[in-house]
């Protein structure tokens, strides 16, 4: 099974930096500070981000990008608040708005990270399992990477499709799920990209649900989160940082071969299996509509009190 050792090194950033010869240097034209730490999944959605970094686009805009893998994005929760980690990618918009809804954070979006694409995130069963149709799934064990979140969120509104009961659901981290499934701890896991085909090869695992179904087809999961504050104080940086993303995010869109061979390198998944996981959905704008069919639906399901203009807390 894949092993992925990830910690979150909880450490304070300076604001400063050195800023790189060929690229806007910090100042009237450049970004105000040249150094940021971004805490990161081990997904396929982050695949912009690697791109970014390793084609040098943060180092043309003056930017140094310092990736922190993390395990589950609210783990760096805490440490965006504190001023840690400058921006969480593959933040899980629905932790992040009940969080901004709460005012424990003042959520900003800097881009989008994923929308969700057939098969990039299924609901997966042991080969032998009795559980046959989703159906089936009213009262089982499943496993979520967090608790009423994003993947139980888009879950429940394709079971409400169906007109059939939902799971109880479990919290175990990604990398767990596989053992977690094995040892019947749970009857099925929600996994996305990589685990997700991961899983189907080692355990021979198999599909009962396509997460990226209807009602929930091209919805967002996913982005890069910052503060009001953060943003506020370095627009400039902000700015720089959404023009590398935008970028890369067109080059995974157009050229997927791109996105396959940088998954090896943070998510550790061979070449081979990086050939077949299949990749979710990056846009190079954000939609403030689109993040509304998400906002809508955590309303109707009771994870906000009330309506959000996701249109406020983008960062243009």
Do not use: W
């Not at 909880?10 to 034209?29: L, W």
């Not at 805009?61 to 504190?82: F, H, M, N």
């Not at 509304?292 to 639906?297: K, N, W």
Request: with cysteine; glycine share 6%.
């Amino acid at each position: 099974m894949i092993a992925v050792a990830i910690t979150l090194v909880m450490t304070a950033v300076a604001c400063g930096g050195e800023s790189h010869s060929d690229g806007p240097a910090p100042g009237d034209n450049g970004p105000e500070k040249s150094t940021i730490t971004v805490a990161a999944l081990p997904l396929a959605d982050d695949a912009p981000l690697y791109l970014a970094q390793d084609r040098g686009l943060f180092e043309k805009e003056g930017l140094d990008v310092r990736i922190q893998p993390v395990q589950q994005s609210i783990q760096a929760l805490p440490a965006l608040s504190k001023g840690q980690v400058d921006v969480i990618a593959s933040a899980n918009y629905v932790t992040f708005l009940q969080a901004h809804e709460k005012g424990t954070l003042d959520v900003r979006v800097l881009a989008e990270g994923a929308r969700v694409a057939p098969h990039m995130m299924d609901v997966l069963v042991p080969k032998d399992s009795d559980i046959k149709s989703v159906a089936d799934l009213k009262g089982k064990k499943v496993a979520v990477n967090i608790l009423n979140n994003i993947q139980s969120l888009t879950l429940n509104a394709i079971l409400a499709k169906e007109g059939v009961g939902r799971p109880v659901y479990r919290q175990i981290p990604f990398p767990q799920m596989g053992p977690a499934l094995e040892k019947g701890q749970v009857d099925a896991v929600h996994a996305p990209e990589p685990f997700n085909s991961a899983l189907q090869k080692e355990l021979n695992a198999r599909v009962l649900v396509d997460g990226g179904s209807a009602p929930v087809e091209s919805i967002p999961i996913s982005g890069y989160v910052t503060t009001g504050q953060y943003a506020d104080k370095y627009p400039k940086t902000a700015a720089a940082f959404q023009r590398a993303i935008a970028t890369a995010a067109k080059i995974a869109t157009e050229d997927p071969s791109a996105v396959r061979e940088q998954l090896p390198k943070y998510a550790k998944v061979t070449p081979d299996q990086a050939k077949s996981i299949h990749l979710p959905a990056y846009p190079e704008t954000t939609d403030p509509g689109q993040l509304a069919r998400l906002t809508e639906l955590m309303e109707k399901q009771g994870l906000l009190k009330k309506p959000v203009d996701p249109a406020t807390l983008l960062v243009k």
